[in-house]
Structures are given as C-alpha cells and as structure tokens.
C-alpha cells in the first residue's frame, strides 16, 4: 500500500520559476526522503529530513516537514529543463529494514 | 566508484515461467532492497537482505524470493510468472549500521515484460 501520497500529481512550469511538491503520509515515521526518476529508470536520492527536523536546504533543493500535519514538501528554486522528471516522496517507519514507503509521485515539466 | 548494478536491463519471459534477476551494490554498502514498480506508481517494497539472511519483506507471494551472496550481490526470483508481474524491478543499497538514514543507492532497474 501507498503511505504517502504527492500533490499535485502533474506540475508544468516555466524554466526558472519555482516548483513546489507536497507529500502527505498517515503513519510516525522516522525520516522522510524525496527521489528523482527520470524516464522510468533508477531513483536518485536528493534529500532526507529526519522527523526531529523541520526544513533542510541542498543546493536549489528546499524541504519542510510537518510531523503533526503529516506532511512535507518540496521546492525547486530556478528550474533548469533537465529538472523535468517524476519526483517521489518516500518515509522510513523504524530503523531502515522495513524499507521504503513511495507515493505515486508528482511528474514535473519544465518548459524551455 | 561503482554505484548499483543490475542485469539484464530488460527481460521478456513467458506466463508461468520464472526469472533471476541480479544486482550488485554500490561499493562499500552491505545491505540490499529489492522494489517493484508497476507503469505510473511508485516503487513498493518487497524484502531486504542483511548478512544473506532476509530481514523484512513487504506485501508479497512466495512466488517472490531472493538471495544474498557473502560478496553482499544479491538476486530476485519470480517463480511461476503472471501477467502483473510486469513492472520495473529496482534494487537499492544501503549500509546497514546507518540504518537507512543517509537515503539508498538505487540501480537504473530491470523491466521485467511478462507475455
């Protein structure tokens, strides 16, 4: 089953705006990550927040988590069209041998 | 430095038949998650493998098992195939002492095509 669920589940923007992903999940968890997937293919890790913080930046990378709403969310500042991929959110409920939980993943398209 | 290595890259196999598919973690990691990601969700959990032994596995039949060699490479077997068995298989390395919490090395996956 998904614990996580990413919205908006497509995002077209212009390159050089913003890019905004949210992820709701329902359990305690004790971290969150966010992947990139371009064209079908292997995930790439960008980020983990553990549930003790509440934002991390990397690069042009901004995340939020909320553990009492359950939820966090992803910016992109400046797209560049070789951000265009599927971006996933994904928790970790104990200590990493229950694996991942994904949502379905948000598609991003930067337009030239 | 090697990052996650998976064979083949795609795979066509018969309803009823069965499929080895491999993956060699990145170097360095000891611990091995296997994924299957159907078109257009996100990747679900099958098990993972620690000193050659399976510590957790997800939602799934016994059709689904696997194997960790003292090298840490790893395979997934899917006996008798079905057609839902179609999807992108991804493996995934960590090290275990880290307990997940520096985020896994995903392999670019095998597509696994059941006819």
């Known amino acids: 089953s998904q614990q996580g669920e990413e919205d908006p589940q497509a995002l077209s923007i212009q390159e050089g705006e913003n890019a905004t992903m949210n992820c709701s999940y329902k359990?305690?968890?004790?971290?969150l990550q966010w992947y990139r997937q371009n064209s079908g293919r292997g995930l790439v890790h960008l980020i983990l927040?553990?549930?003790?913080?509440r934002e991390k930046h990397s690069g042009r990378l901004r995340v939020t988590l909320d553990t009492s709403k359950k939820s966090s969310s992803l910016l992109i500042t400046a797209s560049r069209a070789a951000d265009t991929a599927s971006y996933f959110c994904?928790?970790?409920?104990?200590?990493?041998?229950?694996?991942?939980?994904f949502g379905k993943g948000t598609h991003l398209i930067i337009q030239p | 430095d090697a990052g996650v290595t998976q064979s083949p890259t795609h795979l066509i196999e018969t309803r009823g038949q069965q499929v080895t598919l491999r993956c060699s973690p990145k170097?360095?990691?000891?611990?091995v998650s296997w994924y299957q990601q159907a078109l257009g969700q996100g990747p679900q959990f099958i098990f993972q493998?620690?000193?050659?032994?399976?510590?957790q596995r997800g939602n799934f039949p016994d059709r689904f098992s696997g194997h960790q060699f003292p090298n840490y490479s790893s395979e997934l077997n899917v006996n008798a195939l079905l057609l839902g068995d179609s999807a992108l298989y991804l493996c995934?390395?960590?090290?275990?002492?880290?307990?997940?919490?520096?985020?896994?090395?995903f392999g670019s996956g095998t597509r696994l095509t059941v006819v």
């Open positions: 995934a390395s960590s090290l275990a002492i880290t307990g997940g919490n520096h985020g896994y090395t």
């Open positions: 927040i553990r549930s003790n913080e």
């Open positions: 359990t305690s968890i004790n971290n």
């Open positions: 994904a928790t970790m409920l104990g200590g990493g041998a229950d694996g991942l939980t």
């Open positions: 493998y620690y000193e050659e032994e399976e510590r």
């Open positions: 170097s360095g990691h000891d611990t």
